[in-house]
């Protein structure tokens, strides 16, 4: 599986960014895909994932109601619609992918192991 990420920028707080993943490579009918970030000295957490089979969707409390994650099969192409930006968005955002069962989906990072090479997103005025 690969996954490029496109889309990052310098944004100012309260604007929009539309982050795009292109996936490749997936052989199994059921995986998730999800959007993690990394700030600057500290750890990669997850932002938002949507799990194929049932189409589960998790968002962090953080990103609730301003972030929209999608995935068009047909297109290869999963995406996060970000809104109202606020300077602590800033980080490198990564793309990851996994064909993992829910269970492990939901514990985050280490349960994916595809990852794209991430996108850096800065919100500042």
């Known amino acids: 599986v690969q996954l490029v990420e496109s889309g990052g920028g310098l944004v100012q707080p309260g604007g929009s960014l539309r982050l795009s993943c292109e996936v490749s490579?997936?052989?199994?009918?059921?995986?998730?895909i999800g959007w993690f970030r990394q700030a600057s000295g500290k750890e990669r957490e997850g932002v938002s994932w949507?799990?194929?089979?049932?189409?589960?969707?998790y968002y962090a409390d953080s990103v609730k109601d301003r972030f929209t994650i999608s995935f068009h099969s047909a297109w290869n192409r999963a995406y996060l619609q970000m809104d109202n930006l606020k300077p602590e968005d800033t980080a490198v955002y990564y793309c990851?992918?996994?064909?993992?069962?829910?269970?492990?989906?939901?514990?985050?990072?280490?349960?994916?192991?595809?990852w794209g090479q991430g996108t850096q997103v800065t919100v500042s005025s």
């Open positions: 990851a992918a996994t064909y993992a069962p829910l269970r492990a989906v939901m514990s985050g990072v280490s349960g994916f192991e595809f």
């Open positions: 949507i799990y194929s089979r049932d189409e589960t969707l």
């Open positions: 490579g997936f052989t199994l009918d059921y995986y998730a």
